[in-house]
């Protein structure tokens, strides 16, 4: 049996905060690019090429690359033959969020009860959701969410009549509704199917998948597509004030779902999309 003492999960939560908050992953940037390239609007060119221009600061001053350091969502894979030594795994990665932002100078953008609102100052606690996990390995991945985009994501239980097209339906007119105070171009996680909760959890995991990997199912990965050309139709643009690149990417995850429902959820992303993985 595998032994992780809670100190390097501490650690190495500490260092993956810091990371995805300073440096965005190459699936992220290379869609920036590309989207910078084909933008027709010059405003929309302009604030891409400004996009790209501060990751590049961001990266060589090892400061953050967006002002809002977000709220941390963590999904991890525990492998059931492992063993924490030394304390409590949430513990563990609670204190790592914490010693992270505390060492990175990010902002602690977290209040402990949503109506009294006192900041917990040190970005605690972190939303984490577990899976057990053949195997001796702990695998974390980190999003750290801003919420000027997490407002704009929305969730709604629709009938099994409604079907596919009305899943397309929703996720269009969300992404029309939000994709202005979202910082665009945006991400666009979709969940389809299990129960409410399932669907929302699906959504938020979908922002966490890089923008090349298709769905593996064919008709999933079809809607995909054709989510991402309407979306970009719209002309939303950059920011919001017009072109061609609205979204970078839509990711779509299904689940089996009960006779008499079909759940749809879509969580929106910025242009940060921050995620970090690592294998302990
Ligand atoms: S929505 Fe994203 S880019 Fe906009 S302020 Fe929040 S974290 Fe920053």
Not at 52 to 69: G, H, M, S, W, Y
Not at 110 to 128: E, M
């Amino acid at each position: 049996m595998k032994t992780i003492q809670t100190k390097k999960i501490i650690d190495t939560v500490a260092e993956m905060c810091i990371e995805a908050n300073t440096f965005l992953s190459e699936d992220m940037l290379e869609s920036l690019r590309t989207a910078e390239s084909s933008e027709e609007s010059e405003n929309g060119k302009e604030i891409l090429k400004t996009m790209l221009d501060n990751f590049e600061v961001a990266k060589r001053r090892t400061i953050p690359i967006c002002q809002d350091t977000g709220m941390v969502v963590m999904f991890v894979s525990f492998g059931q033959d492992l063993m924490i030594a030394d304390g409590s795994l949430e513990d563990a990665l609670q204190a790592g969020v914490a010693k992270g932002y505390e060492e990175g100078y990010l902002r602690k953008s977290v209040v402990a009860d949503p109506f009294i609102r006192t900041n917990t100052n040190n970005n605690t606690p972190a939303v984490i959701h577990y899976k057990v996990v053949p195997g001796d390995q702990l695998k974390i991945k980190i999003l750290p969410k801003g919420f000027g985009s997490e407002n704009t994501s929305a969730l709604k239980m629709l009938k099994p009549s409604d079907g596919m097209a009305g899943v397309r339906d929703f996720v269009i007119k969300t992404v029309e509704a939000g994709s202005p105070n979202a910082c665009a171009p945006i991400v666009v996680g979709v969940g389809v199917g299990g129960t409410m909760e399932k669907a929302a959890l699906m959504a938020k995991e979908a922002l966490g998948r890089p923008l090349w990997m298709r769905n593996p199912l064919d008709h999933v990965a079809a809607l995909e597509d054709y989510l991402l050309e309407a979306c970009n139709n719209l002309g939303i643009g950059p920011m919001g004030l017009g072109g061609v690149n609205t979204v970078l990417g839509v990711n779509v995850e299904v689940f089996p779902t009960h006779i008499a429902g079909l759940p749809v959820a879509v969580n929106i992303s910025c242009y940060v999309n921050r995620h970090v993985e690592r294998e302990l």
